[in-house]
């Protein structure tokens, strides 16, 4: 019986571990952005700089977006990112982004769509 009670604990403590471990890595810092019919939400975000970016835009609109701004062009020098990300109706675009502070507008490049427009702010 002391071996199941050792073993339990071992699992216990190694799921806990593990679970930490994924909780605490903030090595990246998360933005979603959703993209509708004709809008972006949030419209402003605000980032911490010295940690990487990872942007994430999601699009539950009708029509087919293109997120545009000049963070994605900063950092596309540095890692080969295209210089806008377009999105499909209900689907998801990524990029992974190292940037430097400042104020970023971003908008959708889609003729007609230009209402579409937010901005960024790393500090």
Known sequence: MPFHRAANRLISV???LLLLSAACDSSQQAVHIV???FRFTP???RLSAG???RLILHNEGRERHEFKSPLL???RAGIGLPGSLPVLPNQKAEAVLQTMPGVYPFYCAIPGHA???GIIIVE
């Open 14 to 16: 190694a799921a806990a």
């Open 35 to 37: 993209a509708q019919d």
């Open 43 to 45: 419209v402003e975000v």
């Open 51 to 53: 940690r990487p970016i």
């Open 73 to 75: 062009q900063q950092a």
């Open 115 to 117: 209402g579409m427009s």
